[in-house]
């Protein structure tokens, strides 16, 4: 009679585990359909932010807005992070050779974390130069960035808010 009980268990534990592995790979395959189908930015999307920023780190910095600057510096970072993190397996090559903006990078931070005026607009021309630079060793030579001319925000504010 033992043997009939142990059976019967052995039986019903192993056909709730055939439905189980049967129900957890139909999720499985649900939630590789939906992760496949959701929105992820492009390289170039991507690229585009980061020129908006570049944009904008200027002005704020030209309006000695020192705490925006810093801001978009870091947008910038989190850009090439981002570029890094979610294109490195479809864009490897270009990612790799982005790693020459990291030092103009680090040098316009040093500078608006110092608030220096003439520091920050030689890195903030070497950071241009380099984003050029970049462009041209990944066949994109047509792609010029420059230190802008107008605002790309023409809804902000650059200069510092008065202290109050």
Same mark, same amino acid.
């Given at each position: 009679m033992?043997?009939? %009980?142990?059976c019967l268990l052995l039986f019903f534990s192993l056909s709730c585990h055939t439905k189980s592995a049967a129900h957890d790979q139909?999720?499985?395959k649900d939630l590789q359909n939906k992760i496949s189908h959701i929105y992820q930015p492009g390289f170039g999307d991507i690229m585009s932010i980061i020129q908006i920023h570049h944009a904008k780190l200027w002005f704020a910095a030209v309006q000695h807005n020192w705490a925006l600057a810093n801001f978009?510096?870091? =947008?910038?970072k989190e850009?090439? =992070? !981002?570029? =890094?993190? %979610?294109?490195? =397996?479809?864009?490897? !090559? %270009? &990612?790799a050779a982005m *790693?020459?903006?990291?030092?103009?990078?680090?040098? &316009? $931070? *040093? $500078?608006i974390e110092q608030k220096n005026d003439s520091a920050f607009h030689k890195n903030y021309i070497l950071l241009t130069n380099t984003c050029n630079t970049c462009h041209q060793a990944t066949g994109h030579a047509f792609i010029q960035i420059k230190v802008p001319d107008y605002s790309p925000a023409i809804n902000q504010e650059f200069s510092p808010m008065p202290k109050q």
């Amino acid at each position: 009679m033992k043997n009939i %009980y142990f059976c019967l268990l052995l039986f019903f534990s192993l056909s709730c585990h055939t439905k189980s592995a049967a129900h957890d790979q139909s999720a499985i395959k649900d939630l590789q359909n939906k992760i496949s189908h959701i929105y992820q930015p492009g390289f170039g999307d991507i690229m585009s932010i980061i020129q908006i920023h570049h944009a904008k780190l200027w002005f704020a910095a030209v309006q000695h807005n020192w705490a925006l600057a810093n801001f978009e510096i870091g =947008e910038i970072k989190e850009g090439i =992070e !981002d570029i =890094e993190q %979610y294109k490195k =397996e479809e864009h490897g !090559d %270009y &990612v790799a050779a982005m *790693k020459m903006i990291d030092e103009p990078i680090d040098k &316009v $931070a *040093k $500078a608006i974390e110092q608030k220096n005026d003439s520091a920050f607009h030689k890195n903030y021309i070497l950071l241009t130069n380099t984003c050029n630079t970049c462009h041209q060793a990944t066949g994109h030579a047509f792609i010029q960035i420059k230190v802008p001319d107008y605002s790309p925000a023409i809804n902000q504010e650059f200069s510092p808010m008065p202290k109050q």
